[in-house]
């Protein structure tokens, strides 16, 4: 392609988003020899670690294993200096991998997509962005993010409250002062959990406003050793391998050097005592919790777990009260992605801190002043929703993606996401999805994912420019029995249990269709899957000349 098509909008691959995967989707295509333009909603790169800038804000995967593996020199190079990273250092390393490869050059930011229509006749995509540029590629890469479209939800009154109003996933850049403030926050979820014990420390007073109590467990987060940096470089080749072919994509490389235990559990809880279960807690306190297998399995060794995590509750909060509004009821642990938290329960221990139980009496509306509930009203001076995400299907909705004969990728999805592999749709040809549903994703440690999806693509797009095929497009009947499959390894499991309302399961946003969106299969298993997929002549996608 001459320089003169590019800079009229014309492109190889177009790639939507500059978080991990849009980056190094980006890298991995200019190596090939294609001309690629990244377009991206923010002002810089980093993508969820961009956006969710609230106090607290931190990964939960160890930070040796939540960083890129396809460059050694870059794997050397870089220390971090936590077991599990704050979002300060995780943008830095954002930031860092932008420069080393020099990346910013071919993004666009400040550049939303609005809209991605196929062209069938000359088998491109037409992009066209909220600032009115238009682009014209053969492929079109979403790296969208899985968590990127923040939720509010709608309460009546929202717009009377006089102070100022913050989102956790979409924090200001400069920071808030909540000193000599009063703070009030909405959810208790990851976000709102890892926010809370930072505000409270800040604000005069933080009003807590708890729908569902969730399960969470302790960090154990601490300083990396030069020793541990020194060990795990040596060991990352190793490191990695292992990861790929794991269930989640994640090791527990942090183990015995602080960080959360993430060894398996094994055993059963049925089999135990009450007195060993005490006697358990007292030793380990949280993670006695998730020690058996069972729980993952079996509802009665489930509820056993629920009530030893309930009981340590309430050895942590002091006011029996305020224990019992923290104890979460009437859904089985394990059935939401996993919190983890530093010093949750303890805040609730200080005076500035007032936890509203929702069960006892939910929101009525949000007023001038605080939020009017059915137990009272509750003053504040600044509100924060910590209410989560519109999660892996929100992105790529909000955009009009148009595939052939212009059908709309919501009528596509009316019933629920439909994909192969999470990778590809059927009537949106050369279109590509990383992370997407349908693939581990959100269950795995994201990079692992993202790398396998990027190196996935580009040797199909290298496949396909070898073999002179213009089209790739997910066949109807191969999409159709993924999502059985997918469906299937998903149901009779804790995660799809009736009384769970994930963002897994979608039943975080009132009318969005309750279907289960990532893969459990396995990282490992399903890497497998892709690898025979594309070694069988891409098996269950039609390539046409
Ligand atoms: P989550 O996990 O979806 O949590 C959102 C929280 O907001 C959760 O406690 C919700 O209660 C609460 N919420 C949502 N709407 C309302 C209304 N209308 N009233 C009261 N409370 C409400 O989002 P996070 O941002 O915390 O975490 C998302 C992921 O990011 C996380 O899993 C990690 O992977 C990183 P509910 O439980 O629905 O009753």
């Given at each position: ?75 050397q ?84 409250f ?19 403030v ?70 527990g ?7 959360a ?102 929101i ?68 590509f ?45 191969a ?7 997918v469906?299937?390894v998903a ?16 039943a ?7 279907i ?30």
């Open positions: 392609m001459s320089e003169r098509e590019s800079s009229a909008g014309k492109f190889d691959a177009v790639i939507v988003g500059a978080g991990f995967a849009g980056m190094y989707m980006l890298h991995k295509l200019r190596g090939c020899g294609l001309s690629v333009t990244v377009l991206e909603a923010g002002s810089d790169v980093g993508g969820t670690w961009y956006w969710n800038r609230y106090p607290g804000a931190r990964c939960d995967v160890p930070s040796i294993e939540y960083s890129y593996s396809f460059s050694k020199e870059l794997q190079d870089w220390n971090w200096t936590e077991v599990m990273a704050a979002q300060p250092e995780i943008l830095k390393y954002a930031n860092h991998v932008a420069d080393r490869f020099d990346l910013r050059r071919d993004i666009r930011f400040e550049t939303r997509v609005t809209s991605a229509h196929y062209d069938e006749e000359n088998k491109r995509w037409n992009i066209e962005t909220e600032n009115g540029d238009r682009l014209n590629a053969r492929f079109c890469i979403m790296a969208t993010g899985c968590l990127s479209v923040p939720n509010t939800p709608k309460i009546e009154g929202a717009d009377n006089k102070g100022p109003v913050y989102h956790t996933g979409r924090w200001p850049h400069e920071g808030v002062d909540f000193s000599d009063t703070v009030g926050i909405i959810g208790t979820g990851s976000s709102g959990i890892q926010a809370i014990p930072v505000i409270a420390e800040q604000a005069k007073h933080l009003t807590v406003f708890q729908r569902t109590p969730n399960y969470t467990m302790p960090a154990h987060n601490r300083p990396l050793s030069k020793e541990f940096i020194e060990k795990a470089k040596a060991e990352y080749d190793e490191i990695r391998e292992t990861e790929r072919q794991s269930q989640a994509g994640i090791i490389f942090g183990f015995g050097f602080g960080g235990d993430l060894r398996m559990p094994e055993g059963s809880i049925l089999e135990t005592t009450e007195d060993e279960r005490e006697k358990l807690l007292d030793e380990k306190g949280f993670a006695a919790v998730r020690q058996f297998a069972d729980i993952a399995i079996d509802m009665n060794a489930n509820e056993l777990a629920c009530e030893m995590y309930r009981k340590q509750v309430s050895r942590i909060v002091k006011d029996p009260a305020v224990a019992e509004g923290l104890m979460p009821r009437g859904y089985p642990i394990g059935c939401k992605r996993p919190v983890i938290d530093t010093d949750y329960y303890e805040t609730f221990n200080r005076d500035n801190v007032t936890l509203v139980d929702l069960r006892r009496g939910g009525k509306q949000i007023t001038e002043t605080g939020i009017q509930t059915e137990q009272g009203h509750f003053e504040f001076d600044a509100l924060v929703y910590a209410t989560g995400f519109d999660a892996m299907t929100g992105a790529l909705l909000r955009i009009d993606v148009r595939g052939r004969g212009g059908v709309p990728l919501k009528d596509h999805w009316e019933a629920g996401p439909r994909t192969y592999l999470g990778l590809q749709m059927h009537g949106f040809p050369n279109l999805s990383i992370t997407g549903p349908g693939s581990p994703s959100v269950l795995s440690n994201m990079i692992v994912s993202i790398e396998q999806h990027v190196d996935w693509i580009t040797d199909c797009i290298t496949h396909m420019n070898e073999h002179q095929f213009r089209e790739i497009e997910a066949t109807e009947e999409e159709t029995r993924w999502i059985e499959h469906n299937k149901n009779g499991t804790m995660l799809t249990a009736p009384s769970c309302n994930s963002w897994y399961l979608g975080n946003i009132p009318g969005k269709p309750r289960f969106m990532p893969y459990v299969g396995g990282v490992g298993n399903y890497r497998h899957k892709c690898d025979e997929v594309a070694a069988n002549g891409y098996e269950g996608f039609s390539l046409t000349a």
